[in-house]
């Protein structure tokens, strides 16, 4: 027998992913937030995490811990189906995308990254303005 989900809420919200998603050949391509390379989902508490982490989190029937990553079987970032995300150590999942690591230019802006985060990922000033700008904007939208 599964333990009890310890977060009610995330079945809920794994379901409405899988609901909205496209089936595209053997994946379940997730339409949330298309403007992205990866689906985002929110979450109570004004949380914002990847769709596919929700996803796999529900099939594992316990949070996924942050020392671990989600790594998807198909390479489809925006896939949430299920039997293709398996959770890992990041230690783990870098090395599985080292190739990817050492790009030197933001694939959606085409300009160098200004730096690398804590984990190793290139970080691309105009995308993180645009974040920014987005994140501002819905709190405007929700404080009226």
């Not at 009890?4 to 949330?32: F, H, K, W, Y």
């Not at 090395?95 to 933001?106: G, I, P, W």
Request: aromatic share 4%; proline share 8%; glycine share 4%.
């Amino acid at each position: 027998m599964r333990p009890a989900n310890p977060t009610p809420v995330l079945p809920r919200v794994a379901q409405r992913i899988l609901d909205t998603a496209e089936p595209r050949g053997d994946c379940l391509i997730s339409l949330l937030t298309p403007s992205k390379v990866r689906p985002l989902v929110w979450l109570p508490g004004d949380q914002q995490t990847f769709a596919y982490r929700v996803v796999a989190a529900v099939e594992l029937n316990r949070p996924i811990e942050a020392d671990e990553d989600v790594h998807h079987l198909c390479e489809t970032r925006r896939c949430v189906e299920p039997t293709h995300l398996v959770v890992q150590l990041n230690a783990e999942h870098q090395e599985l995308h080292a190739v990817e690591q050492r790009q030197a230019t933001c694939s959606v802006h085409g300009v160098p990254y200004a730096f690398r985060n804590e984990r190793g990922w290139g970080v691309c000033r105009a995308c993180a303005r645009e974040g920014t700008a987005r994140y501002r904007a819905r709190k405007r939208g929700l404080s009226l």
